[in-house]
């Protein structure tokens, strides 16, 4: 792609000169007028007020009239020492850690099983994509009835001796005490998470696909000729292949997973003892339905933090991988 | 031989498996919302219903009709001008390259990624400002403006492919920037468009988080309706499944017609540029 531009100007120098390279920079500049008013735009709506929000969040604005007074670090203090958050932050952890490996293992497993040149296989791939076309409100909505304690999935395990209260349980698994909260798994969680992998994996059905497809078949013709068995072509050869993709897909749904909203807010809302509370949620109540617009925005700049950890080394390194 | 159909079948197991699970809550939705109320009850969920009642869609419907519009009022215009503006973006970062175009990308790309949380304070302070809090119009604005660094990836991602000879050659044939935009790039991407276009479709008439905190009660989009139905202290759930039906409806059907499309601008917005 250089070389191309590089011989392109040089022909442009070649003939006559100073008229043609000028005629050039005002296209460019022209060019860039059509840009410019999207760059202004990400200015000012994305950083500026990104900035704005990281001003607020260090005010006493906590009420409904606007006070702009510094308050220093007081709302992050209040946050961290405040019972709802430390859940938020548990939950978040487990919500992501849970939602993210569910989705890679099964997304990783049914694009290998789709790959097995099965007949009907894209009605199968159009099955497991379907759901995310939905919204997650819908996705909330429906799970909210699907996982209804005393249900009928409720009904079928009890039969089988496992009993679930699902999202209205306020058991914490391997609880340890932290702070003032009990640290471990809720139980109640763990049907977001379904609900969640039910929505997501086709995500990362497509894009194990796509990169199974990429590979060769010259490669797995040769572990044949090696004497390899199809188990061994895949976990010697295949999986490591795919591990770039694994890295996009941990990094697409870790973005996902901690700035999650919609669906919790739709199937279950924080839930007793804050069992199914996140931050996305919270920093909604609080500020629109509370008017702490202060702690609302500190809450705003701990999620976008903890996004932009996972997001900023990946943008840079998408950037180094190009050039 | 026989061991490959014997593998084969437990393969088609799996995969069936696996489908009973991705269309379970289809199931439970089409029966519940043709229940009639005192048959929806938590212990039948998963039986057929004894009668087809469709009281329900009438029910939903009336309650979710003008939301339904709004959605489209919403999404149609916020459709269009963020896939233009994301293809002109995508054209001068593509094939009119200057110095820092890409860290300007990369800055335009980081704004996809942000919690909208971070930003949601101020946004609502401006659009009360200008006068556009609460209207179909600032939700479309907003749109617009959050979509800019989506539409600008998939668009740089299509036009890449674009031979720059071709580019070169149009200008030494005193081509200028809009022409060749418009006899070239356009012809040529037609098929991104239909990929953006389904993109963001989904995308905006999904969307909870802007509908619910910049609009109230008449100006609210479908999916803010949807959940303020199970918000009243008696749920309905079969005019609540009903109405997840009709508000899952158009991008279902989008999904159903063009799907390939759909999976195409899922790949194009993660695979990075």
Known sequence: METVKVTAETKATVVPATRKKRKLTADHWFAFSFLLP??????????????????????????????????????????FSDFRFQADLRNTLVFTILFISVVIILGQFLAILLDQKLRGESIFRNIFFFPMALSFVVTGVVWQWLLNPSTGINLFLKKIGFESKWYTDTNILASLHWGKIEFGVPVAMIAVVIAAVWQMTGFAVAMYLAGLRAIPDEVREAARMDGATEFQIYRKIIIPLLRPITVSVIIIMAHISLKIFDLIYAMTGPGANFVTDVPGVYMFETTFRGNYYANGAAIAIIMLLSVALFIVPYLISSRKGES | MKKRTMSQAVLYVICIIASLFFLMPVYVMLVTSVKPLDEVTLADMWKLPTTFDFSSYTTAFAKLAPNFLNSLY????????????????????????????????????????????????????FLREIGLYN???GLVFVHVVYGIPITTLMFRNFYAAIPDEMIESAKIDGAGFLRIFRYIMIPLSLTGFVV????????IWNEFLFAVTITTSAQQPIMVALQNLSGSQIVQWNVQMAGALLAALPTL???????KYFVRGLLAGSVKG
């Open chain 1, 38 to 79: 999207s760059i202004v735009l990400i200015f000012i709506f994305v950083y500026g007020f990104i900035g704005w929000t990281g001003y607020v969040s260090l005010s006493s604005w906590n009420s409904l009239v606007p006070d702009f007074s510094f308050a220093g670090l007081k709302n992050y203090a209040y946050l």
């Open chain 2, 74 to 125: 919403l999404v149609v215009p916020a459709t269009l001008l963020s896939a233009l503006l994301g293809s002109l973006n995508g054209y001068v970062l593509s094939k009119w390259r200057f110095k820092g175009a890409d860290t300007i990308f990369t800055l335009i790309l980081f704004g996809m990624f942000i919690p909208y949380q971070s930003i949601l304070i101020p946004l609502i302070q």
């Open chain 2, 135 to 137: 209207t179909i119009s």
């Open chain 2, 196 to 203: 953006v276009a389904i993109w963001q479709f989904t995308n």
């Open chain 2, 253 to 259: 059907l989008v999904y159903i017609f063009l799907g």
